[in-house]
Each structure stands twice: as structure tokens, then as C-alpha cells.
């Protein structure tokens, strides 16, 4: 049967820095030889056939119709065309909780899961930042004498002490009645599945793990009788406005997606690390990540059957309308390889040596579901865009925040 216009679907790809983007009309019907391509500055009109079909780009998006050149097909993907592109006010990523933590501010931290307050509510007198996660590495290259810095680095009581991404806290400041501590070894902890339900995860630590006693879903470990790590990616930290807090737990892959592309901006800007390790708690590399970009826009049109675009009230998409609405969001870029069952191990090797390499530590179950989210991530770019040498390219919307598009790493690992 002859592919209608109606599934067409656009994919737009801006680069805010440049005002300049990739557009690929994909899904066209067999016939693209007759198919007529119309830009103007909102919207893109296909016709063929009789049939007539315009994209409406979000609000704020703005295509320069003489800058547009090099429409050519890609067999298997669509049309391509480069063009210049202008955006007004582009919104910049949600900074996270490693950025907006501040003393003299109360907050409650919740387990992001089901929303349980895990910790007393108070208001931290001093918090300060940790050195870089790997700064013990380069003691040996500034000392000639035994390690002056031996003793760990530990909070005292109403101290938070901010790491790349975790936070450490007092055991002090704890609610015992809502985490349980786990002995060191194997234990069996419920995390999120990706898409759906609970499954139980077994997985092996040398310190004791905090677990929320409501879901069981494991939010940090104990590094030392008085000191307790939280992972960034297991609580929610909100502030306390006027003593009232407003309750918002998240979709879980959203928010891990958010967290983890608003760290990988975080740490490029601020140590110009651009490779990253994904580590579990366990000490295993489980990805290696290379950010490409973080000032890009992805642009994709609401019905199509890939998009995972939430925020889209799907009653309002009328399947045949000669109209499809387009939806922005905020994206980095990165080249990604996973690292499971020896996969990539010369790559592995080489990153974990180098020092320009930033390693990134979370929970085992986290780096597998984000390993899911790239996978994932990938699949609802065109096929042209999914590969890049050796890597895999993924471009993942995370709503109306902030977006992953990734890819894999290059032919040598380097």
C-alpha cells in the first residue's frame, strides 16, 4: 500500500551557537520524485499527489528560506537540507542540585522514587564543594613525602559536602525511620524498571548501602561511621518556601536523564572535561561518554509514532490534519559506548589511564538505565544519524527540559 503524506514525519537538529540546522524530512511516500518541498519561515509544506501537508515549527523558530540549499535523499532516511536558523531566547538547561544547593536554606531531601523525606529538615550552615573526584591520583605527582591528605574529607554535623555526583551529609541529619542500612556484600535492592513495574536488582559494595524503607530503592552508601553518600540521581532536593513544600517526583528515566545531561554540562564548563567514565558503586565502567555540543535544539513533529515527547496533550493531535504541530526541546550531544560483558575493553583501558578522562560515579542499577535511555535514545533518531565511525548517535527529548542526543565513541577509543 502507497505511503501517505500524513506520515511524514520532520526532524530538525539547531545548533544555538551557530543558528544553523540540520532538517530531515523522513516516512515520505515511495514516489519522493514528485514530492514539493515549501519553507517559509514557520512552517515546512510537503505536497504531492494531491495531497498537502505543512509542519508548523514551535514558537520562537524561524527558518531563513534563502539560506536553504543542498536538498538531496538519503535512501532509507529521507531528504536532507542544511539551513540557517533563528531562535529567539534559547533556553539554557535546568542546573541541578550540585549548582543550587546553598547554606542558610532550608530544604527536604526525598527519596525520588516515592517521595519519603530521608532526612531531617534543616537548614545546612556550611556547604562547600569537594575537590575533583579524582584528585588523590595526582597527590603522588605534587608530594615527595608520604600523602599529607590521607584523611578523608567528611562533614561535620549541618555541613553538606558536594561531590561530582553525590552529596555527603552527616549521619546525624539522617531519619532513621525512613532509610534502612544494608550490610556490605550482596544485597537485593527494587529499582525503577525503565518503562514499567519494579524488579529487584543484586548487586555487590564494599560499604554498607542506604535503602529507603517505603520502596526500597537503594539512594546512596556509607562511607564512614558518621558520614552518608547521597547519589544526585536517587533524591530529590527541593527548597522549603514559606515552610511548605511543594510535591514533585518525577518520571524516573526523566529525571535521571535530566540530572545526568545537566552534570555533563556542569563539569565540561567548569574543568573542560569532555570524556567522561560512567562508573557504578561497584568500581566497574559501565559507559564511556564524549559530550559533543550542549547547545542543541531538537525539533520534531508531535505524531509521530517514535515521539516521546510527554508534555503533548495527544487528544489535540488530530491524525488527519493537513497540519502537524512541532515540539522543541533543549539538548546535548555525545558519543557513547557501553562497556558490559567486556565490550569495548582496549577503549575502557585507554580512558581510564588518561587523565583528561573525568569519571563519574552512580548506582549499578542508575548506569544500566542510563545505558537503556541512550539504546533507547538512539532509536528515535532518523537512521542516517545513529551512527557516527564506530559509535552509535542518539538523540533522546527529555520533555520540555533538557535532552540527550548521543552517539557512540570514535574507531580508536581515543
Known amino acids: 500500500m502507497e505511503r501517505s503524506l500524513l506520515q511524514t514525519q520532520g526532524f530538525l537538529e539547531i545548533r544555538n551557537s551557530t543558528q544553523s540546522g540540520l532538517l530531515i524530512i523522513g516516512n515520505v511516500p515511495e514516489k519522493y520524485s514528485e514530492l514539493q518541498v515549501t519553507l517559509s519561515p514557520s512552517s515546512i509544506c510537503l505536497c504531492t499527489g494531491g495531497q498537502r501537508i505543512n509542519l508548523d515549527l514551535p514558537v520562537g523558530v524561524r527558518i531563513v528560506p534563502p539560506s536553504c540549499r543542498n536538498l538531496h535523499y538519503v535512501a532509507g532516511d529521507g531528504f536532507h537540507m542544511r539551513l540557517q536558523v533563528q531562535i529567539n531566547q534559547p533556553a539554557e538547561l535546568v542546573p541541578t542540585v550540585i549548582e543550587t544547593l546553598q547554606a542558610?536554606?532550608?530544604?527536604?531531601f526525598q527519596c525520588q522514587t516515592c517521595g519519603q523525606s530521608v532526612l531531617k529538615r534543616q537548614m545546612f550552615q556550611r556547604v562547600l564543594p569537594l575537590p575533583s573526584g579524582n584528585w588523590t591520583d595526582l597527590v603522588e605527582h605534587w608530594c615527595c613525602h608520604p600523602d599529607p591528605?590521607?584523611?578523608?574529607?567528611?562533614?561535620?554535623?549541618d555541613d553538606c559536602l558536594l561531590g561530582d555526583t553525590?552529596?555527603?551529609?552527616?549521619v546525624a541529619s539522617i531519619d532513621k525511620t525512613a532509610v534502612h542500612e544494608e550490610?556490605?556484600?550482596?544485597?537485593?535492592v527494587k529499582q525503577d524498571a525503565v518503562h514499567s513495574g519494579t524488579h529487584e536488582v543484586q548487586m555487590e559494595s564494599e560499604n554498607n548501602t542506604i535503602v529507603c524503607t517505603r520502596c526500597r530503592k537503594l539512594l546512596g552508601i556509607v562511607t564512614s561511621s558518621d558520614t552518608i553518600k547521597f547519589y544526585i540521581t536517587e533524591v530529590l532536593v527541593q527548597p522549603l518556601i514559606n515552610k511548605t513544600l511543594n510535591r514533585q517526583i518525577h518520571e524516573r528515566s526523566w529525571f535521571v536523564e535530566t540530572v545526568i545531561a545537566g552534570r555533563l554540562k556542569e563539569l565540561s564548563s567548569a574543568q573542560c572535561s569532555f570524556r567522561f567514565c560512567i562508573q557504578g558503586h561497584n568500581g566497574k565502567t559501565y559507559i564511556l561518554l564524549w559530550l559533543l555540543n550542549s547547545d542543541s535544539l531538537l525539533v520534531r513533529s508531535h505524531d509521530d509514532v517514535k515521539s516521546d515527547f510527554a508534555g503533548v496533550d495527544k487528544k489535540a493531535v488530530k491524525p488527519e490534519s493537513s497540519h502537524k504541530f512541532c515540539e522543541g526541546s533543549n539538548a546535548i550531544k555525545v558519543l557513547y559506548q557501553p562497556c558490559l560483558n567486556g565490550r569495548n575493553k582496549m577503549a575502557e583501558d585507554k580512558w581510564e589511564k588518561n587523565i583528561s578522562v573525568h569519571c563519574m560515579t552512580l548506582p549499578v542499577s542508575t548506569c544500566l538505565q542510563l545505558l537503556l535511555i541512550l539504546a533507547s535514545s538512539t532509536a528515535f533518531l532518523p537512521p542516517s544519524l545513529q551512527n557516527m565511525n564506530s559509535f552509535k548517535v542518539d538523540s533522546s527529548a527529555s520533555r520540555k527540559q533538557l535532552t540527550i542526543t548521543i552517539s557512540r565513541a570514535p574507531r580508536d577509543g581515543q
Open 166 to 170: 553525590f552529596l555527603l551529609v552527616s
Open 149 to 157: 591528605f590521607a584523611k578523608a574529607l567528611q562533614p561535620r554535623l
Open 183 to 188: 550490610p556490605a556484600g550482596q544485597s537485593n
Open 104 to 108: 542558610q536554606t532550608s530544604y527536604n
